[in-house]
């Protein structure tokens, strides 16, 4: 805050001691201290759109950003791969590339009494269909393209686009065109080749309920726990090259990965974590990766932009050899039928070539860029299998392209197989929610309780993890308030004010504040900040008796409470979704503008003359339940927090595909956040409350949760609190037979004790 501003609100507040008495006000007229608020546009909507414009910038800055963390050695070779090292760990993390792969030494054939493994023969290579392990109870399934030649040419990991089968880009069943068929084009060449099938982007509603894509479906719990469905097929696509090293022999394999689409992405993907492949050649994706925000929502890596674009990704792979086809790539889009819009379009050629000529920077090295006419032709062109077998050391020119082989098993369903990868994903992921609260013990088990002065020293650690790796945090210094009001409400015993605040240049924060009339000079009350739920606004929570709130910021300054609802970001639906979208890449999240919002906020109400700064309370419902979980640890004003119609098992909640509550199943699509699962669910983030004053509201007939799933979770926080801590009065549940709402009896009781403010 510049000197001169602070100043002139001091003062103002010292001249004007109280006039905050709002009964004196005129309707429309500012708070006093306070600019009048001119504004008659949806003040919700101009926030949204702020962040928006806000969030765009950011992503616009990512690519001028990324250099921080980057420490590159040109030295010598191994001196830039040690130096690179930092940052291919960092994109293992965030793909979820985490599980250890199973050791195998031979490919499995897939074949049965009725349909033999060998599925198919082609002038100079036979086709097998065959099985891998890569991790727990997880395979890759595919096809084995196998030439007649003593000893093959590359080993080469072909990968489709997820709208492709193995046996499309084989020539051995129709939709894709001849030339595109590059996994037999590469047999043809003498190349032993496996090609994966990946999971794809087939529509089916969940649970009768949210239109998802079988790679959204997956995604969802894979996120929470911190795997990505991105993860788990480069693992597929990497247990193929344990094997192919296994099989070729020490220094004997020449080893390349190459794929169009979604199998473009892959290819890149594993040519930066792995420096056996020696070559990667990737088809209609290479872009800048700004706009990633409006890709299937499969693509969404946390903090992927923080480290890297694909320049990034590719001088990883340097001084490996890199092929860039630039052409036609997938084109589709999702509706956003429960799952999230998004769109696939061709990469621009001008784009490729910028990101090609960057990353050719950053490596130091040289990017073969092959272009089909003009960047919009068909993928699997001659000049791009050519530079790809060259890079692999095959010297040979590419032959022609022969007849398509023998299909020795027209009635093989791949919708089967489709549903079988499917399936062991999600129940890896399933596993993966079962083990969480061991992977979760263990991660708090630095959490000292012997005492509440260690408790408070070693609780920084993981305060300051959730800032910076689960909700994200942004650098920028808060703007002075420049506070905005005006009167819009006079009630019997209290009077309402529209607040604005400043707090990025874009970003404002926004709400209603409520004013007991019996406020006299030299008073100061206690505050509870008062926060609505999804798709919600400051106003449903003051009048009208909205059946979820029952005016409880209103009911509260009838007890000589001041209130203070905020708007909060969540509203407009898929305008405040796209936001994590956006966010999400950078590794934020809505709460990563939240947050400060809110510590705007509580500083702005701590300057007025009748607030007790110490006494500044939180108290949501719903995604204001979700919002007392997260926004108190990072903000220390406030000095309690209550989490109505929301606590519960979070992180089940979101990944579970057995329970019906599960977030899986619904239209919640910005609601997962990576690696909750490892880290913290609601019990984990009470600690970060604690030994501040916590509670819990529950309804019995709240479809949130399962009574049986709160009391799980809250037992936990108990524990640390009355067990650990000594502080049992300071933690308490309130069940009442009720649906999801503000009951608003023991919370009420639980505030006029822990802000020592006597009952009316």
């Known amino acids: 805050m510049k000197p001169f501003a602070l100043a002139g609100c001091v003062i103002a507040w010292a001249l004007l ?52 963390h980057w420490q590159h050695d040109f030295s010598s070779t191994e001196a830039y791969q040690k130096s690179v090292e930092p940052n291919r760990r960092r994109l293992a993390h965030i793909l979820g590339v985490r599980d250890p792969r199973i050791a195998f030494d031979g490919l499995d054939l897939a074949g049965t009494t009725s349909q033999p493994a060998e599925v198919g023969r082609g002038p100079g290579y036979t086709i097998l269909a065959v099985r891998w392990p890569v991790i727990r109870r997880v395979q890759g399934e595919g096809l084995l393209l196998v030439p007649d030649t003593k000893s093959p040419a ?10 492709q089968t193995p046996e499309a880009i084989c020539g051995l069943t129709e939709g894709v065109p001849a030339v595109s068929q590059y996994a037999r084009r590469l047999a043809e060449n003498g190349c032993l080749v496996l090609v994966p099938t990946l999971i794809s982007r087939e529509l089916q509603a969940r649970l009768n309920r949210a239109t998802l894509t079988n790679r959204e479906y997956l995604y969802r719990s894979a996120f929470e726990l911190g795997r990505h469905v991105i993860g788990y097929e480069l693992q597929k696509v990497l247990a193929g090259v344990d094997w192919f090293v296994k099989d070729a022999g020490p220094g004997e394999a020449k080893i390349g990965v190459i794929g169009w689409g979604e199998g473009g992405l892959l290819a890149l993907y594993a ?10 050649g990737v088809s209609g994706y290479f872009d800048s990766r700004q706009n990633v925000w409006q890709e299937p929502i499969d693509r969404n890596v946390f903090g992927l932009l923080e480290q890297f674009g694909d320049a990034e990704l590719a001088s990883l792979i340097a001084p490996r050899r890199l092929v860039v086809e630039a052409c036609r790539g997938p084109e589709l889009e999702l509706p956003g039928k429960g799952g999230a819009p998004a769109r696939l379009v061709t990469p621009q050629l001008a784009v490729v070539r910028g990101e090609v000529a960057h990353a050719e920077e950053l490596g130091r090295t040289k990017i073969a860029l092959i272009t089909v006419q003009d960047g919009t032709g068909p993928n699997g062109s001659d000049p791009a299998l050519q530079a790809f077998l060259q890079a692999l050391g095959v010297t040979a020119a590419v032959v022609p392209a022969r007849s398509p082989p023998e299909h020795l098993r027209a009635a093989f369903d791949p919708a089967v197989r489709q549903a079988l990868q499917v399936q062991e994903i999600d129940d890896h992921n399933q596993w993966l929610l079962a083990e969480s609260p061991y992977v979760r013990r263990e991660f708090m088990g630095k959490l000292d309780t012997s005492s509440l002065g260690k408790y ?10 959730f800032r910076r790796e689960v909700i994200g945090w942004f650098d920028d210094p808060r703007l002075p308030f420049n506070p905005r009001s005006r009167k819009s409400y006079d009630a019997e015993k209290w009077t309402g004010y529209e607040v604005v605040l400043d707090v990025w240049p874009e970003v404002i924060a926004y709400g209603i504040l409520l004013l007991p009339k019996d406020l006299k000079p030299g008073d100061q009350r206690p505050v509870v900040v008062c926060q609505h739920g999804l798709e919600g606004r400051p106003q449903d929570i003051v009048t009208g008796d909205h059946p979820a709130y029952h005016d409880f910021a209103a009911k509260l300054a009838e007890r000589g409470f001041i209130t203070f609802a905020p708007q909060n970001l969540y509203l407009f639906k898929d305008r405040f979704r796209t936001l994590q979208r956006k966010a999400n890449p950078l590794q934020k999240s809505l709460f990563s503008v939240i947050v400060p919002q809110h510590q705007q906020i509580v500083d702005w109400l701590s300057s007025l003359p009748h607030v007790d700064p110490q006494r500044i309370a939180f108290y949501g419902l719903s995604y204001g339940g979700k919002s007392a979980m997260r926004i108190p640890p990072l903000v220390p004003n406030y000095c309690l927090s209550i989490c109505s119609a929301d606590f519960n098992e979070w992180v089940w909640k979101n990944a579970s595909t057995r329970a019906p509550h599960s977030y899986v199943w619904t239209g919640e699509y910005e609601i997962f956040e990576f690696d909750l699962g490892s880290t913290f669910n609601y019990a984990e983030m009470a600690a970060l409350i604690a030994p501040r004053p916590f509670m819990v509201e529950r309804g019995h007939f709240d479809g949130v949760a399962p009574d ?7 037992a936990k926080v108990r524990h640390l609190y009355s067990a650990r801590l000594g502080l049992g009065d300071r933690c308490e549940l309130e069940w009442f037979v009720g649906p999801h709402m503000i009951h608003g009896v023991g919370t009420f009781d639980f505030l006029h004790r822990h802000l020592n403010w006597s009952k009316p």
Not at 154 to 163: E, M, N
Not at 456 to 465: G, H, M, T
């Open 17 to 68: 001691p109280g006039l905050i008495s709002a009964a004196e006000s005129a309707a429309g007229e500012p708070l006093a201290g306070t600019e009048p608020l001119t504004w008659t546009d949806d003040l919700a909507s101009r926030m949204v759109d702020g962040v928006d414009r806000f969030l765009l910038q950011k992503l616009e800055a990512s690519p001028a950003q990324r250099a921080q």
């Open 154 to 163: 590359a080993r080469v990991i072909a990968i489709p686009d997820a709208d």
């Open 271 to 280: 040519g930066a974590l792995d420096s056996r492949i020696g070559a990667v």
């Open 456 to 465: 408070a020293e070693s609780v920084e650690w993981y305060r300051e993890f």
């Open 708 to 714: 049986e799933a709160v009391a799980y979770e809250f």
